[in-house]
């Protein structure tokens, strides 16, 4: 049973534009999330954070919101370039899990130019 | 700093075959995390080695094993190959806790046949 979902396989904006990035998930004990960014034959890397006690974390061009009502969260980029086409994935953690994460099934963002 | 460090890169196996992969994780990491990537799956999390102990494990058959060295190096193993442990197996490391967040290797692409 997949707890985060990514139900956009796939997402292209041109350069310069916003990129929103979404991502649902379903276990209300979820109370840490991330995304990663992935390129082609390499591990995915850390992108942004946020707690649940939060609602908006800003770090750069990327910020994520996080609607805890609805289960949502999503990352925006602000303006695109294309260096960030790239595989996007959102993670969740459960209280007191450790680092346990459930990763959604991922994002390919094209970027163009 | 030198990265997470995961060999082999490439690996193909024989079906009934078993086979170890090992992750180096960075330096003062002491909490390693396994994750396997098949298309359509994302990335679902194997199991979770903190201080040679294991924190946490995922919902995989007991043909998946690891073990984490004094020195945090881990290494995972699988027993008895099936086709469908085919995928991209990735070691992550971080320093304790949920909010440091993983740093990826680069993975090891098992293809079994």
């Known amino acids: 049973d997949q707890q985060v979902k990514q139900n956009s396989p796939s997402l292209s904006v041109q350069e310069g534009r916003i990129s929103i990035l979404n991502c649902d998930y379903t276990?209300?004990?979820?109370?840490?999330f991330l995304w990663y960014k992935k390129y082609p034959a390499e591990g995915p890397t850390f992108l942004i954070s946020?707690?649940?006690?939060?609602d908006k974390n800003e770090d750069g061009r990327f910020t994520v919101f996080l609607n805890k009502s609805a289960k949502h969260l999503s990352l925006h980029i602000v303006p695109s370039q294309p260096g960030d086409s790239a595989v996007y994935f959102c993670a969740a953690s459960p209280v007191g899990s450790g680092n346990q994460f459930y990763f959604g099934t991922g994002t390919s963002l094209t970027v163009i130019p | 700093k030198a990265g997470v460090t995961q060999t082999p890169r490439y690996l193909i196996k024989t079906r009934g075959q078993q086979v170890t992969l090992s992750c180096s994780p960075i330096s003062g990491h002491r909490s390693v995390s396994w994750y396997q990537q098949t298309p359509g799956q994302g990335l679902q999390f194997l199991f979770e080695y903190f201080s040679e102990t294991q924190r946490n494990k995922g919902n995989f058959p007991g043909r998946f094993s690891g073990r984490q060295f004094s020195n945090s190096r881990s290494e995972m193993n699988v027993s008895t190959l099936e086709l469908g442990d085919s995928a991209l197996y990735l070691c992550?490391?971080?320093?304790?806790?949920?909010?440091?967040?993983?740093?990826f290797g680069s993975g090891t692409r098992l293809t079994v046949v």
């Open positions: 946020i707690s649940s006690i939060k």
């Open positions: 276990n209300s004990m979820f109370d840490y």
């Open positions: 992550a490391s971080s320093l304790a806790t949920q909010v440091d967040g993983y740093t």
